[in-house]
């Protein structure tokens, strides 16, 4: 078999090494352009995990990078003058070019063929020569342009400015630097090589590039390979503090912007991507050389353990891809709180580092805990001072601490949300819903709130949604909070809201859809006259009569939650319903004061909000739900939901339950882990209004990171909470915690600990003579020094 390799760094030679060991007899050439001594990039980090998978695959390579490896366990975070480290992370780094020439000499040694100072021949015309081509030409790569139409490439060039340094001062850690400057706050990302060098990556957002007078400097035209030299001593100027008299060295260093690479395909006929031709992951997480070196392991395994080509090709897209999807989804996490960092910067120390570990939600709380039990104890010890209601900070984890949400005390962080029961029967909740609010509420949780109710008859999402706008429908519902009230002290809400658009439909079918009702049905209303989808009938649009009236059936029906024992009222200005199409610029199309920009846009919900709040006693807490990304092109913006935010907080909203999309039928969601998060985040940390997270959030971990971070005040359980209803006096039990924040209904109390496993009762013997001693969780980088001549 005859392969080309298109690329000589380290995911191509790699690649040609692994290749090579398994068929001796295949003929292998690789091209690269550069010298063999060129290189761009200063150190390169490895996992313990890729460690581990080269000295399985060559140990002569893993032996030769092994013994030249900068180690260390800690990261520190210098921010406000302070320096906080968190050990217990495991790094292993060298030197890029040191890492070449050992994949340089392992690639002479087994007889692959390197054309150093060699372009390579077009894609197109080596397919046609040669077996298998590999395009590893990085992340301008021509060969994908080539075929850009079937590999479908995708390129994010992000917002941020970067310039890729070493310095000769030794750091002994992983090393973030968050100063703030008079333009804005910079940030660095550096970390040990060699016993000689640090790898030191300066980032800053545009605006503040700007400011710090950067501009002028990269308006510059320079040559191929030249450094912004005007740049880097500005830079040194700037962290001087932090360089503590050393030197930045470039290499080809001027400004740039990262651009996150993704492709819907890798392969096309007999052609494959790997490294940054296939996909790019921000450096702000590790190392483009580790995932490039993954690919090359996947790739020539693939290759061995399939019969042609074309198989082994989708073999190794299939088992790839997933892999760096995860990667890349925490990788687009980090990157955006870096360029986003100056939002935290009004945190503490103690919880800003922790913020800063947590970001990409790979490490958490349980983990850091792991990892570090005296960082984590440290970052607890705060948390709860800061969070205590009456003087007294009492020991739990982050998400069993109180919180005061406006005029109540909720004994936990943890909300179970309005969830859709579709068993009422003309707008009276019923047995099943009494039945799952008292479940819920026994579960643990501190605040359980009804679902999609609606304030009038033709306000109904389905003919199972409950309302509350008759009588009846009042006294069902004080017989369901009477009762829980009997068993249990947890709060309890109700979500108000008028489907809008989305109303007169059927309950869910087999396939969880909800179709319109057509003649069955009941008239519909919007901002403007636009429907759902194609299935859908078109709604009228609102006059000012009709708001009038609606804004009378909010308040009616907020009193009639009153007077039924609510202590929580949620108003549903999100997901597609009527005040959400008042919001989103989407399905607003109004020419009159109601529409156009934001401040028309929501007028009518603050209309709304100010008569409820007029109603709704000051002692019970008032919620907004919003959706706070529509997930499609011309949605609402960032900014507008800031500033959205602001009003409703100003209009008595004690908080804002912070969901995302399902206002317009052709979204296109990113899902994912806690996925909706950073919407809370934006806004608890712009607005400073309490919030609530919501939206794949599933285990304790994730919510006690989320608390302690910052990113939100409470956190919304929903799924899990089906699937578990006592998910939190669980959470509380596999926590050890046995407080007053997770109280166990007494006839359940027996059941409180957690039960015994398979084979709990087996007590292993010993079987090591001496114990294997602890790694220290601290370890820094401190090379021996040189010695001096004399």
Not at 234 to 253: K, M, Q, T, V, Y
Not at 375 to 393: M, N, S
Not at 451 to 462: E, F, I, K, L, P
Not at 509 to 520: A, E, M, T, W
């Amino acid at each position: 078999m005859r392969v080309a390799v298109i690329g000589g760094g380290p995911g191509g030679l790699y690649f040609a090494a692994l290749a090579k060991q398994l068929s001796p007899h295949w003929e292998i050439t690789v091209w690269e352009r550069n010298a063999a001594d060129d290189t761009f990039g200063f150190g390169v980090v490895f996992s313990d995990e890729t460690l581990d998978g080269i000295a399985q695959a060559d140990p002569a390579i893993h032996e030769a990078v092994s013994a030249e490896f900068a180690r260390w366990s800690d990261i520190d975070v210098r921010y406000q003058g302070q320096a906080l480290t968190s050990g217990g992370h495991g790094f292993a780094a060298l030197g890029r070019k040191r890492l070449l020439r050992i994949l340089q000499d392992r690639c002479a040694a087994l007889g692959v063929d390197v054309r150093y100072r060699t372009q390579a021949p077009p894609a197109a015309e080596l397919a046609g020569a040669y077996d298998l081509v590999v395009a590893s030409d990085g992340v301008r790569s021509q060969t994908r342009a080539a075929y850009a139409d079937a590999f479908g490439p995708d390129l994010d060039e992000r917002h941020c400015r970067y310039m890729w340094l070493a310095t000769d001062k030794v750091f002994e850690a992983f090393t973030f630097i968050v100063a703030e400057r008079d333009f804005g706050t910079v940030q660095v990302h550096a970390y040990p090589f060699d016993d000689t060098r640090s790898t030191f990556i300066v980032e800053i957002d545009e605006e503040s590039w700007r400011r710090a007078g950067f501009e002028a400097f990269a308006a510059r035209d320079l040559p191929p390979g030249a450094n912004d030299e005007a740049s880097i001593r500005l830079c040194e100027e700037i962290l001087a503090d932090h360089l503590d008299g050393h030197r930045l060295i470039p290499n080809g260093s001027r400004w740039i912007r990262f651009t996150t690479v993704r492709n819907s395909s890798w392969r096309h006929e007999n052609v494959v991507l790997l490294g940054d031709a296939a996909h790019t992951a921000h450096f702000s997480i590790g190392s483009g050389t580790k995932l490039a070196m993954e690919d090359a392991l996947a790739l020539a395994a693939c290759l061995h353990e399939h019969p042609d080509v074309p198989a082994a090709l989708a073999a190794y897209e299939a088992e790839r891809k997933p892999v760096v999807e995860s990667t890349q989804r925490a990788a687009q996490a980090s990157l955006e709180w870096f360029e986003n960092v100056g939002r935290y910067t009004g945190q503490e120390p103690l919880q800003f580092a922790f913020n800063l570990l947590t970001r990409s939600r790979r490490v958490t709380y349980d983990n850091l805990r792991v990892r570090d039990a005296a960082f984590t104890g440290a970052v607890d010890a705060w948390h709860a001072d800061r969070t205590a209601i009456g003087g007294q900070a009492v020991p739990a984890p982050p998400m069993f601490r109180p919180f005061q949400l406006g005029g109540l005390r909720l004994r936990n962080r943890v909300v179970v949300p309005p969830t859709a029961l579709y068993s009422a029967q003309n707008g009276v909740p019923g047995d099943f819903d009494l039945v799952h609010l008292s479940t819920q509420a026994l579960g643990g949780s501190g605040l359980v709130i009804a679902g999609m109710t609606a304030v009038s008859a033709d306000g109904r999402a389905t003919p199972g949604c409950p309302g509350l706008y008759t009588d009846e429908q009042e006294a069902a519902w004080r017989r369901i909070t009477d009762f829980v009230r009997g068993q249990t002290d947890t709060c309890l809400g109700v979500q108000l809201t008028h489907a809008g658009r989305r109303a007169a439909t059927s309950t869910p079918r087999s396939d969880g859809r909800c179709v319109p009702l057509g003649d069955n049905g009941w008239p519909l209303l919007a901002p403007s006259a636009l429907a759902w989808d194609a299935e859908s009938a078109t709604p009228r649009e609102a006059t000012r009569a009709d708001m009038d009236a609606l804004t009378e059936d909010f308040t009616a029906a907020a009193r009639r939650a009153d007077r039924a024992g609510f202590d929580v009222l949620e108003l549903q200005y999100g997901h597609g319903h009527l005040m959400s199409s008042f919001l989103s610029p989407l399905t607003n199309r109004r020419t009159d004061s109601y529409g156009g920009s934001l401040a028309g846009r929501m007028r009518l919900p603050l209309e709304v909000l100010e008569a409820v709040r007029a109603v709704w006693p000051f002692g019970k807490a008032l919620i907004v739900r919003i959706s706070a990304a529509d997930w499609a092109e011309g949605g609402i913006s960032e900014s507008d939901v800031v500033e959205l935010c602001r009003a409703l907080g100003e209009a008595g909203a004690d908080a804002v339950d912070v969901s995302t999309g399902e206002v317009v039928a052709h979204e296109r969601p990113r899902y994912g882990r806690s996925y909706q998060t950073p919407y809370a985040d934006l806004i608890r940390n712009a607005v400073g209004v309490p919030v609530i997270a919501v939206g794949a959030l599933s285990t304790y971990d994730d919510v006690n990171s989320v608390i302690l971070a910052g990113r939100a005040d409470l956190c919304a359980v929903g799924r899990a909470q089906l699937h578990d209803p006592l998910w939190t006096l669980h959470a509380a039990a596999a926590q050890d915690y046995t407080g007053p924040a997770a109280p166990w209904p007494v006839s359940w109390r027996a059941g409180s600990g957690r039960p015994p496993g398979a084979r709990t009762d087996r007590i292993p013997p010993r079987l090591q003579l001496l114990r294997d001693t602890p790694a220290p969780v601290h370890q820094r980088w401190l090379p021996e020094p040189a010695a001096t001549a004399v």
